[in-house]
């Protein structure tokens, strides 16, 4: 091996991945990288970031790649910087996103010998990974050199598909590292058949496409089912492509909608007719109507009732069907049928069963009754949270009502985990079209800031929406927000903690000041002097309307904006409480007025 035969196995490899359709490269510094780096470096088609904590690199990539469906690569140097991409790999691996890990090692020589720097990397990501493949050091031959663009081909290819996800390959390199050009004729030799492998690519991974006679099965229990409800958690920002079809199938069926924020379904236009029961999560567990059948999108849904209908609607025998991907989702094991398989294929699949069928609308009186139910619950609840709002203006309930009113269309909204992803579901839905990112393979608090910036890599302003120990744990991401290349505003909702863990049976569980401690954890930070510190422009928004101020400042002009949101600590929990308990009350003050009007 020369260092001239080592630089065109890099060269190749950047022009290789510019040729397989990879645009965005995210790089963290280090010096066994150094061949890869400086060849990324000299091709033109590739969109380099470079990020020093290999932590937020992975989340910007992952952010990047899950807002713009597209694989996006990482390159770090060897040792503990490949360890660090860890948690973005874990989130891309179960939440489907692509990526490709290019990793630097030392060489066979280097290893287990006590060189500095250097671990065993090889299948570092365990399992979390498609696939892991070693480029092996740079050796002469015109058959290894082929051999490196097939192995990158063929490691994007996996990334891409059938079950989207993260790749990783390792590249073993020597000293020295620094570019060098061919001298002899063997390397002039190799280096001609290099320029003539360059190229475009076809990636083509085959489709995950759902069984047709389990959706033909479904189709007929549909068309023969008018008590029927469609629930849809998390879904990729692509699925809003789907969200027609998902309103014809209601429309076809007449089931009413519950789809919460991450679905791509909750935002946009809604056609007259349609049912959503958007306030699902403030419905009385004993007036949630229970369907017998039940047509399940995407991620397991977040809503507090939701694991609790679950088991009720196992009892009573509801047929549940799942359509969740590649996946397998039902964390109640109850199921009637999971169909895996790319979800927009599935609702496409189903949508022309049912074509054909003729759909059971004549309702008998128990499906009149069931649908009344729903209309009736929907509209209680949406009355009980208005009620409970007025009570807690300075709840982060109503901070989040506001915030993303003040979101326009054609803007992503990205959801942090915790109190944020469930809030939103209690006040938001209809309006302008917005896509919404989750976080929902793994639901970590991590990476939520780094991830918000790598989105805007899709080109549409995003508002980041988090908890402050959510902030907190990602403070690094604000060095990677100045990656940002659009508007990104980042809504900051302290609460003083980790207050979600305020509704669980832990906190009344008498741990006295331990339960502050050990589980709320308030970071006792300021927010805007972090952000200021950090570069990123930043103010404080004490009111909702300052909020919707603040953000549609923020979303209108390039750059990052931190918005620190003070709230009441415990708004989310009492609006909640507050709207169930109004519940009925709220039933009885309408029919009253709506008598006076009369
Ligand atoms: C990486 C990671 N660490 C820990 C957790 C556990 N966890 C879930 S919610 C939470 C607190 C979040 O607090 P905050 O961001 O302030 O949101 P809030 O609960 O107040 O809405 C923690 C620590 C997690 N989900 N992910
Ligand atoms: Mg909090």
Redesign the pocket.
Known sequence: MTAAIQTLWAELVATTLADAGVVRCVISPGSRSTPLVAALACEPRLELTTLIDERTAGFFALGAARATGMPVALVCTSGTAAAHYL?AIIEASMAGVPLVVLTADRPPELQDCGASQTIDQVKLYGDFVRGASDLGPPSPGELALRAVRRKLVQAITLAAGPDPGPVQIQLPLRKPLEPAAPTSDAERSLASLAARLAGPVRIAPPQLAPDATALAELAAAIAAEPDGVIVAGALPARFAASRAAVLALAARTGYPILAEAGSQLRFGPRPDGAVFVDHFDLIPPGALPLPRLVLQLGAEPVAAAWPGWLGRLADAGTARWVLAGARWHDADSSARGVILGDVAGAIAGLAAAIDGLAVRRDADAHTADAAAAWRDAEARAAAATTAALDGHPRSETAMLRAAIAAVPAGAAIQL?????IRIVDHIAGGGAARSVLTQRGA????GLIASAAGATAAGAPVLLV??????A?DVGGLLAARAARAPLAILV?D?R?????AGLPIARAHQGAAFERHWL?APELDPAAVAAALGARATTAVSPAAAATAIAAALASPGVTVIHAPVTASG?HDVRRAALDRFDTQTSLRAAQGASHD
């Open positions: 948690p942090g985990n915790s109190l944020p639901a970590g608090i991590d988090l908890g402050d120990v959510s902030f744990h909702i609460n903690g980790g207050q979600i863990f954890t989310a």
